[in-house]
């Protein structure tokens, strides 16, 4: 059993910050990618940030420059650090990661989601 718990969600104003965490649990025995995603109200839930095992990026142009994905393997941890936030940037945010739980088993794992809201 896996699971990826999310933490540091909340509500923020406008220019202001927030760093998100996940860390995954269980029977693991390598992660490759990892990464966030999130869904508004009424949409389609997109991309985010991701980041490889070896630490390669890639990121929504929406959120580049504002947004750094960092993770830490030793602690099976993926963070999302947030920065001159907009009101636009208020959704579920979704932390995804690809898991090995055996030399042959690899499964997309998803958390429970936590909400950001940016509102003054």
């Known amino acids: 059993q896996v699971q990826l718990v999310e933490s540091g969600g909340g509500l923020v104003q406008p220019g202001g910050s927030l760093r998100l965490s996940c860390a995954a649990s269980g029977s693991i025995w390598s992660i490759n990618d990892m990464g966030w995603y999130r869904q508004a109200p009424g949409m389609e839930r997109e991309l985010v940030a991701r980041i490889s095992n070896g630490g390669t990026t890639n990121y929504a142009d929406s959120v580049k420059d504002r947004f750094t994905i960092s993770r830490d393997n030793a602690k099976n941890t993926v963070y999302l650090q947030m920065v001159s936030l907009k009101p636009e940037d208020t959704a579920v945010y979704y932390c995804?990661?690809?898991?090995?739980?055996?030399?042959?088993?690899?499964?997309?794992?998803w958390g429970q989601g936590t909400q950001v809201t940016v509102s003054s």
């Open positions: 995804n990661a690809y898991i090995y739980t055996s030399v042959s088993s690899r499964h997309p794992y």
